[in-house]
C-alpha cells in the first residue's frame, strides 16, 4: 500500500526543481510502484484534481477545522480515497450536512501529518490544480508504464504520444494512466461516442498573412480554410439514435441548458455523429450578441448554434482525416449550419473572409490547414486565431485596492502567463477597460479566491481566467517574465476556460516588438 506521504513527498519534488526531467522522474516513480486501485486518484491528485470533483468543501469549512497534525504517516492512498468519497456523498446544505461534513474533514486531517494536512488542504481547496501539469504528467505516466514493465521481466518502451492520445481521446488522465501502468492496450482507447472530447485548441496568429505563409503549401495553393471566430460558447455533440448530449469547452455537460442544440441535432440525417461547435446569443437583426449574454443564454432556448467540425459520422471514426475530409462531412450533415468560410482562397478572397467576419459581428477569423488532423486537447498552429488586435487569455493573481473614485473596489489585477513548469508566471497589470459592473464583480468574486492579503493586494488562488487586449509585448526586467504588455485592457472574464488554457510565457514573449 501507498502512503499518503510518499504522495505528498513527490509532489514536493516536482515543486521544488525546475528541471522537466527531473520533475518527470520524481512522478514516474512514485507512479511506477502504485498499486491497481492506487492509480487513478493518486494521478488525479498529483494533476491537482480529484476523481470525485467537487466534495462541497469550501474554503470557509476548511478554515474553521483546527487539526492536531498527527506525528507519522500512516493514512494510505485508499484511506484518503475513501475519506473522499464520503464528502462528495454528503450532498445539501443545512447545519446537519455541515457538521458531518466537517467531523468527517477534521478526522482526515487530524490522521494526516501537518505536510500532508498542507497537501490536503490545498488539494480540497482547488490550489494543486495545475493544468500545466498535464504534459509532464503524460510524460510521467509513459516512463512509469515502462518501469512496471520491467518487473514482468520483459521491458516494453511505452512512448509519451501514446500516452498522449489515449489521453486526449478519453478525456481522462487517471483513466488513462490506469491502462497504462497496468499492462492495458493504449491503443485501444479510441473515440467513443457518447464520451467528450478533449477540443482542439488554436494558436494566435500574428496577422493574416503571416498564417497564409505559415500554413500554405509551397506551390502557391493556400491549402487553408479562413473561418468566421465566433464570439460564442464552444460545445461539443454528441448524438446515438434519438440520445443527444452536450459537453462545454471544459467537458462540463449542459445538455439540459441546450434544448434548441438537441432538437436540431435530432434532426440531422445521421445516426450517430460528433460534432465541434459553438453556440451564441443572437440580436434580431442576426448579429451576434457580447460574449458574456452567450454564456447567460445557456438554456434560454435563444442560442443558435454553428458547427466548424465532424469528428464521428454513422460508425467511421474521423479525428484523423485532414479537415479537408471532415469538412466536407460537416457540410453534409449539418448544412447551414456549418460555420461561414471559405475553402483554399486567394490572398485577396482570404482578406474578404476576413472583413466579411468583422462586418457581421464576429471577433474575427480563424485560418486551418486543410491538411491537418484533428489534435484533440493540443494548442497547435494548424489553426490560428486571427483577430484586428492582440488577445491573450491569461490568469489573475492578485488584484489592488482602488484609490479615488475606485476606492473600496478591487482594481488593479496582476496578470500571470502559464510557465513550463506549472507554475504563472506575472507579466503585467491592468484597470483599464473595467466597467462599474466588473468592478463589483472582482470586488464581489475575487475574495473567494483569496489565499492571502496585505493592506494593499489580495492574492489569488490561480483559476481566474481573463481576456486581455494588447498592442504588442515588449521585453521589460521590471515582471519575472522578462517582458510586459502594452496598453493592456480587459475585454472580459472567461468562466468558459480553465487556468489550464491560459496562453503560455512562450506565447506572450513571441509577441515581443
Known amino acids: 500500500m501507498t502512503l499518503l506521504g510518499q504522495v505528498v513527498a513527490a509532489s514536493g519534488e516536482v515543486a521544488a526543481t525546475r528541471s522537466r526531467k527531473a520533475k518527470t522522474a520524481a512522478l514516474a516513480t512514485l507512479l511506477a510502484g502504485l498499486e491497481p486501485g492506487e492509480i487513478r486518484p493518486a494521478t488525479a491528485w498529483l494533476a491537482g484534481e480529484m476523481l470525485q470533483g467537487r466534495t462541497g468543501i469550501g474554503w470557509q ?65 482547488g490550489e494543486l490544480r495545475q493544468g500545466a501539469l498535464e504534459g509532464i504528467m503524460i510524460e510521467a505516466v509513459a516512463a512509469a508504464a515502462t518501469l512496471a514493465s520491467e518487473a ?40 467513443e461516442v457518447m464520451r467528450p472530447v478533449r477540443p482542439m485548441l488554436a494558436s494566435p496568429g500574428d496577422s493574416l498573412e503571416a498564417a497564409l505563409a505559415e500554413l500554405g503549401p509551397p506551390d502557391g495553393d493556400p491549402g487553408v480554410v479562413v473561418e468566421h471566430k465566433l464570439d460564442g460558447a464552444r460545445i461539443q455533440v454528441h448524438r446515438r439514435g434519438d ?91 449539418v448544412g447551414e449550419r456549418l460555420i461561414p468560410g471559405v475553402v483554399r482562397p486567394t490572398a485577396e478572397e482570404a482578406e474578404t473572409a476576413v472583413a466579411d467576419a468583422l462586418a457581421a459581428g464576429q471577433e474575427g477569423s480563424m485560418v486551418k490547414a486543410l491538411d491537418s488532423t484533428y489534435s484533440a486537447g493540443r494548442r497547435g498552429r494548424a489553426w490560428q486565431k486571427v483577430k484586428p488586435s492582440h488577445t491573450l487569455d491569461l490568469v489573475v493573481l492578485a488584484c489592488e485596492w482602488g484609490s479615488g473614485r475606485r476606492r473600496g473596489w478591487l482594481s488593479n489585477i496582476h496578470l500571470g502567463a502559464r510557465g513550463e513548469d506549472g507554475d504563472f508566471v506575472m507579466i503585467g497589470k491592468t484597470f483599464k477597460g473595467m466597467t462599474d459592473a466588473t468592478l463589483t464583480w472582482q470586488t464581489e468574486t475575487f475574495p473567494r479566491y483569496e489565499t492571502h492579503r496585505d493592506p494593499y493586494t489580495v492574492y489569488l488562488r490561480p483559476e481566474i481566467v481573463v481576456e486581455i487586449e494588447l498592442d504588442g509585448v515588449q521585453t521589460s526586467t521590471r515582471y519575472p517574465g522578462g517582458v510586459a504588455l502594452r496598453f493592456a485592457r480587459v475585454v472580459r472574464y472567461r468562466d468558459d476556460k480553465t487556468a489550464a488554457e491560459a496562453d503560455t510565457i512562450d506565447t506572450v514573449r513571441a509577441l515581443r516588438l
Open 243 to 333: 440520445e443527444v448530449r452536450v459537453w462545454s469547452r471544459t467537458l462540463k455537460e449542459i445538455t439540459d441548458a441546450v434544448p434548441e442544440i438537441l432538437a436540431l441535432t435530432r434532426s440531422l440525417p445521421v445516426e450517430t455523429v460528433v460534432l465541434d461547435g459553438e453556440t451564441l446569443a443572437v440580436a434580431e437583426d442576426g448579429r451576434p450578441r457580447p460574449f458574456q449574454e452567450s454564456m447567460q443564454g445557456l438554456g434560454s432556448g435563444a442560442m443558435q448554434p454553428w458547427f466548424f467540425d465532424c469528428l464521428h459520422r454513422d460508425g467511421v471514426d474521423l479525428v484523423d482525416e485532414p479537415l479537408s475530409v471532415r469538412r466536407e462531412v460537416l457540410a453534409e450533415v
Open 61 to 125: 469549512t476548511l478554515r474553521s477545522v483546527t487539526p492536531t497534525p498527527a506525528e507519522a504517516s500512516t493514512l494510505t492512498v485508499g484511506d484518503v480515497d475513501a475519506s473522499l468519497d464520503r464528502l462528495a456523498a454528503m450532498a445539501g446544505s443545512g447545519t446537519g450536512v455541515g457538521a458531518r461534513r466537517a467531523a468527517e474533514l477534521g478526522a482526515l486531517l487530524d490522521a494526516a501529518t501537518e505536510d500532508e494536512g498542507r497537501f490536503l488542504v490545498r488539494l480540497l481547496g
Open 152 to 191: 514482468t521481466g520483459s521491458r516494453v518502451e511505452v512512448p509519451a504520444d501514446a500516452v498522449r492520445r489515449a489521453f486526449m481521446l478519453s478525456g481522462r488522465l487517471p483513466t488513462t494512466a490506469e491502462v497504462a501502468l497496468t499492462g492495458g492496450d493504449l491503443g485501444a482507447i479510441g473515440l
